[in-house]
């Protein structure tokens, strides 16, 4: 079946630093969608990407869906101790249903300040 | 607008006891997903419901079984609960048919 490598697993960095992250797949994605989730909490859409060489921003927040439509990054300057968290990446190929959703295993982003 | 509510937050059952967890979408959204997260496992798909008719459904047993309501409210029951079943249950809801989900909280449950 199709999988979805995110990396890396974990990330200790200094308050202010960029960060970068990505998702690679063993095949084709039309979507690429990224959350963060914080502790006790459910993810939260960050961005969402449908296009292949789609570059979008949200605030601090840089993610490119990937020429080749395997893969995708998210980018985060300038990081801040609220950036703590885990990122997922989720991929899908033919749209329509939430079910052909792959999601990572996440980022574990640790901020110290 | 409110967001995705799922009930209740945090749950502890006993072995071969039956859940229910509850799912109230944001208003106007007709698509419920559900989740179930483990460290170990990530995020994997449950099943998914638009106007109360289950369009997709992940690799888990029989003993998981949801609906959705005229309201678009959803519920998910696990039957003869196993310890492996101690997960996040996570209900996410779109406006349509499309990728884009909007996470509850979750429900955290305990299996004991």
């Known amino acids: 079946g199709q999988q979805l490598n995110q990396s890396p697993q974990s990330m200790f960095i200094q308050e202010g630093e960029d960060v970068s992250m990505n998702c690679t797949s063993s095949?084709?994605?039309?979507?690429w969608l990224w959350y963060k989730q914080d502790p006790g909490e459910g993810p939260v859409l960050l961005i969402a990407?449908?296009?292949?060489?789609e570059l979008t921003s949200n605030g601090r927040l840089t993610a490119q869906f990937g020429i080749t439509r395997k893969d995708s990054f998210l980018n985060i300057s300038a990081s801040i101790p609220s950036d703590v968290g885990i990122y997922f990446c989720?991929?899908?190929?033919?749209?329509?249903?939430?079910?052909?959703?792959?999601f990572g295993k996440g980022t574990k982003l640790s901020v110290k300040p | 607008k409110a967001g995705v509510t799922q009930t209740p937050r945090y749950l502890i059952k006993t072995r071969g006891q039956q859940v229910t967890l509850s799912c109230s979408p944001i208003?106007?959204?007709?698509?419920v997903s559900w989740y179930q997260q483990t460290p170990g496992q990530g995020l994997q798909f449950l099943f998914e419901?638009?106007?109360?008719?289950?369009?997709n459904k992940g690799n888990f047993p029989g003993r998981f079984s949801g609906r959705q309501f005229s309201n678009s409210r959803s519920e998910m029951n696990v039957s003869t609960l196993e310890l492996g079943d101690s997960a996040l249950y996570l209900c996410?809801?779109?406006?349509?048919?499309?990728?884009?989900?909007?996470f509850g909280q979750g429900t955290r449950l305990t299996v004991v």
């Open positions: 996410a809801s779109s406006p349509g048919l499309n990728t884009e989900a909007f």
């Open positions: 095949s084709i994605f039309n979507t």
């Open positions: 990407l449908y296009k292949a060489g």
């Open positions: 989720a991929g899908e190929d033919y749209g329509g249903s939430q079910g052909n959703l792959i």
């Open positions: 208003s106007g959204h007709r698509s």
């Open positions: 419901y638009f106007s109360e008719t289950q369009r």
